[in-house]
């Protein structure tokens, strides 16, 4: 999703250039990843900026303003608009409505006829800023109740209802992905407490650094980190951080990793 846009077929901010890169922290797109957090932390509610600050933070890197993220910015004042709100998926509905009919970036084309050397075939067309809806409604979970909650839905403007012609009545497709949205923060919640629940029996009665249990929690939120990424996050110094890995390799909570390199949590197997 901090990918940036780029003009060519399957690339976006969308794009997941591969399992390697996957993770936010571990991606190499330092400066996509730079104005993700960014945005984030300047548009989140407070648990999803502190946070987005904290990952900055762990990078060592500074803030950014992106005109990547203006789409989402628009749509973000448009749906700010609209609340406070009692029905989520009217007030979605809405908002579908004005940016397909007064926000041009957001729609999504079909397929384009190119011709190269005497021959045409045909090529989808670049996609539209359905991620930036996205994003947007994302940094609003009081939309659906949540308060200001430490998580957010993703998913929940899908291309399919910025279509010329949808497949299915709009306000049908957003209660599909708020559905589907529902289920896959589940899923990570579900994840997130076996984690730190793993964490807590893990390291109780044992001696360790009074910092690892918030590490361990750093790492089951961000991914894996490096020391130095670690100690940034913590704010404490490079000893710490070593001693902190130390004592979470001796609870097995993270492979013994070799210098310098990240700490992965090791999850329990089911």
Do not use: C
Request: aromatic share 6%; no cysteine.
């Amino acid at each position: 999703m901090h990918i940036r846009d780029f003009p060519f077929e399957n690339m976006g901010l969308e794009h997941n250039p591969g399992l390697d890169a996957g993770e936010l922290m571990r991606s190499w797109q330092a400066e996509e990843r730079r104005d993700f957090l960014s945005w984030v932390s300047r548009r989140g509610p407070p648990p999803l900026a502190h946070a987005a600050r904290l990952a900055l933070n762990a990078k060592a890197a500074s803030e950014s303003f992106a005109s990547a993220y203006a789409p989402a910015e628009r749509a973000l004042e448009r749906l700010d608009a609209l609340l406070p709100a009692s029905d989520p998926i009217a007030t979605l509905a809405t908002l579908v409505e004005q940016l397909r009919t007064e926000e041009i970036d957001f729609l999504e084309g079909g397929s384009e006829v190119h011709e190269f050397a005497g021959a045409t075939f045909d090529r989808p067309a670049p996609r539209g800023a359905a991620w930036a809806a996205s994003l947007a409604v994302a940094m609003r979970p009081q939309l659906l109740g949540l308060g200001a909650a430490p998580l957010a839905l993703a998913g929940l403007m899908p291309r399919s209802v910025f279509r010329a012609e949808p497949e299915d009545p709009i306000a049908a497709l957003l209660g599909a992905a708020a559905s589907s949205a529902g289920r896959w923060v589940q899923q990570d919640l579900n994840v997130l407490h076996e984690g730190l629940e793993h964490g807590q029996e893990r390291l109780s009665g044992r001696y360790a650094s009074s910092r690892a249990p918030d590490a361990w929690g750093l790492l089951l939120g961000l991914g894996p980190l490096t020391r130095a990424e670690l100690a940034r996050a913590l704010d404490v110094t490079a000893r710490t951080a070593s001693q902190i890995a130390l004592a979470l390799v001796e609870a097995q909570l993270v492979a013994p990793p070799a210098p310098e390199r990240p700490l992965h949590p090791v999850l329990p197997r089911h």
